[in-house]
């Protein structure tokens, strides 16, 4: 089988399982068991508690663990949650990985405040969750927005993350030529009131919008329609149980006021600064699903650039380009297994668990 390292350094679509021999032991990646997943449960499992709100979380620990346990912490995209990573979590832990999945705040089964909501919101709410609940370096692994949150937590608790994996994670890139403009933008003032009344008035009407919209695309069948939309290669795992598992947190009384405070809130810092706070010898790995509709290849190939220019090499950086759309983990599971737990196994010399 072509070595792994190869496989992700060159780009090359991974299609197949592999076993791969590193440091004199073969590693066999299994397949994935469709019947072998996380179950839903509206209840939730654990929560932890930061700053005054409930945060829900799962963990699952290996029977036989390694010989020092290595945590590996799976972030969620917009409006997903734990359960999203079903049918990744156990071929971890079989492989002795401590597993923990956590719901953003205002997804999922954490609470919703009515809050100013931003992508530093959680990246501080998963870095106290490293400090308090893992207690321990942990390898970050986000999809979509859960991997933006997931750099961004990499760049600022540096001693609290061993390693990251992005999955067509979520990010908007700076531009050269548009830096002066948008110096110029956000430093210009308008005081004319007539403007404040007329924003005053637009805002109302937008909150409106929003309201209605999310009445709308909370719907299942809506649901559904959205995650087929992203599934472009196998879309069979878009069952009744994922879609109720969307459908329920959003039927929550504060869910409608929460999703115009996401959708407007801050776009957080570009992934070229946060590119730049990285440790230079973290270990980073692509996992990009290819036919991604919405976050396409490119994204991977300005994130190697940015940072082979900030860093001054890419050592420590590697892609593997998976033939699936934009959530990888779940429609096409034993690819992205695959592509993970490898990369874990070549890797393990240079994570700091």
Known sequence: CTSALQLLSSGQIIKRRCTERNAGAV???????????????????SYW????????YIVRRP?????????????????????HWRYNVFPLVDQGYTVYCLDLLGFGL??????????????????NFLR??????????????????????????PNETAGLILLNAAGRYRDPNALEEEIAQSSSVNHNPLKTITQGVRSLFTKLFFRASFTFVKRPERIESIIRSVYPVDDSNVDKT????????????????????????????????????????????????????????????????VYAQNKGQTDFLRRSNLQAGHCPMDECPDITNDAILL???????????
């Open 132 to 157: 308090e609940i893992v207690k321990q370096p942990a390898v970050l692994a986000g999809n979509s927005l859960g991997g933006f949150v997931a750099l961004a937590t990499a760049a600022d608790y």
């Open 63 to 83: 029977k036989e663990p390694l010989s020092k346990e290595k945590p590996i912490v799976l972030v969620h995209g917009f409006g997903a949650n734990y359960y």
């Open 242 to 305: 994922l879609v109720e598992s969307i459908a329920f947190p959003a039927r929550d009384p504060k869910a409608a006021d929460v999703y115009p405070l996401v959708i407007r809130g801050s776009k957080g810092r570009y992934v070229d600064d946060l590119i730049s706070s990285l440790r230079s010898d973290l270990p980073v790995l692509l996992a990009w699903g290819v036919l991604d509709p919405w976050i396409r290849p490119a994204a991977a190939d300005r994130f190697i650039q």
């Open 110 to 127: 954490s609470e919703k405040p009515v809050i100013p909501y931003s992508p530093d919101t959680w990246s501080n709410q998963l870095g």
């Open 27 to 45: 590693v066999e990646v299994p397949q994935t068991p469709k019947n072998k997943a996380l179950n839903w449960t509206p209840d939730g499992e």
């Open 343 to 353: 990369w874990l196994s070549e890797e393990d010399s240079q994570i700091k668990w």
């Open 49 to 56: 508690t930061w700053q005054d709100y409930k945060v829900h």
